[in-house]
C-alpha cells in the first residue's frame, strides 16, 4: 500500500482562491483586508517566512504592511509601533514573526498585541477562547491541519495543544505525546491520525504508524546534506500510512494560507 498524498500546495491554492473571492467582495465595500507584519533581527528564515506572507497577502488582493527592525532594537519601539497598528481601523491584522531576540519579551509582546487583530492566535484571550471551544482565531497551523484533515477526508502553545483542543472538537479521542513520552511507538502505532510536531528530523518510522492512518507531519527540519524533511521518515511512513503530508509541500502552504484566512475573517467582522 502506498499512502495518498495530501497536497499542500494544490490545497493552499485552491483555499486561496476562495479567499481572494471574498477580499474582492470586500473591497466592494470598501474596506481592503490588511496584514501588518513586524520583523526584528536578521534570522534568515523568520525574513523568508516574512516575504511569503507578504506576498501572498498581496495575491490575494490583500493590503501588507512589513516593519523591520535592527536586532538590538529597544522594545518600546516594537511596542509603541504595536499600539499604532491596534488604533489603526485600516489595519485588521497584526503579526510579529517569532523568534524575538533575547532581550524581548516574548510573551509581553504578544499579549500587546490587540486580541481582536491578533490574527496567529498567541493572545491569552484567543487561546482561551480556543479552550473553551468558541475561538476568535484558531492558530495558523492547526488550522492549516484541520482543512488538510478534511480534504483528506479525516474525522475531523502554536501547534500541540491547539491542535488538540481542534480534534477534541470533532469528537476526537486525543493522546497528546512528546519527546520524552515512554513507549512512544506504542501510541503512535494505535493512532488513526498522527500529528507529528517534534522537531526531530524522522523521528517517526514506518512501524511506528497504524497501516491505513493519516499522518501529517508538521515538522521541517535540515539534513547534513542541506535538504528539507519533516519529523516523519516519509519514504518508509508512505507505505503504511493510508493518507501522507509531504515535507516541503504540505502544512507549511497550508500555514500561510489560513494566516490569510484569519486576517480575512478580522476584516469581516469590522463590518458588524
Not at 112 to 123: L, N, Q, R, T
Amino acid at each position: 500500500m502506498t499512502a495518498k498524498i495530501i497536497d499542500g500546495n494544490a490545497l493552499s491554492t485552491e483555499v486561496r482562491s476562495q479567499l481572494a473571492e471574498r477580499a474582492a467582495a470586500l473591497k466592494d465595500k470598501g474596506i481592503t483586508p490588511c496584514l501588518a507584519v513586524i520583523l526584528v533581527g536578521e534570522d534568515p528564515a523568520s525574513a523568508v517566512y516574512v516575504r511569503n506572507k507578504v506576498a501572498a497577502c498581496e495575491k490575494a488582493g490583500m493590503r501588507s504592511l512589513r516593519d523591520v527592525y535592527a536586532p538590538d532594537v529597544d522594545p518600546a519601539v516594537v511596542f509603541a509601533r504595536i499600539a499604532e497598528l491596534n488604533a489603526d481601523p485600516s489595519v485588521h491584522g497584526i503579526l510579529v514573526q517569532l523568534p524575538l531576540p533575547k532581550h524581548f519579551d516574548s510573551e509581553a509582546v504578544l499579549e500587546a498585541i490587540s486580541p481582536e487583530k491578533d490574527v496567529d492566535g498567541f493572545h491569552a484571550e484567543n487561546v482561551g477562547a480556543l479552550m473553551q471551544g468558541n475561538p476568535r482565531f484558531i492558530p495558523c497551523t492547526p488550522y492549516g491541519v484541520m482543512k488538510m484533515l478534511e480534504s483528506a477526508n479525516g474525522r475531523s502553545n502554536i501547534v500541540g495543544k491547539p491542535m488538540a483542543m481542534l480534534l477534541l472538537a470533532k469528537s476526537c479521542t486525543v493522546t497528546i505525546c512528546h519527546s520524552q513520552s515512554k513507549d512512544l511507538a506504542f501510541h503512535t502505532r494505535r493512532a488513526d491520525i498522527l500529528v507529528a510536531a517534534v522537531g526531530r528530523a524522522k523521528m517517526i518510522t514506518g512501524e511506528m504508524i497504524k497501516p491505513g492512518a493519516t499522518v501529517i507531519d508538521v515538522g521541517i527540519n535540515r539534513t547534513p546534506e542541506g535538504k528539507l524533511c519533516g519529523d516523519v521518515d516519509f519514504e518508509s511512513a508512505k507505505e503504511v500510512a493510508g493518507a501522507i503530508t509531504p515535507v516541503p509541500g504540505g502544512v507549511g502552504p497550508m500555514t500561510i494560507t489560513m494566516l490569510l484566512a484569519n486576517t480575512l475573517e478580522a476584516a469581516e467582522r469590522s463590518l458588524k
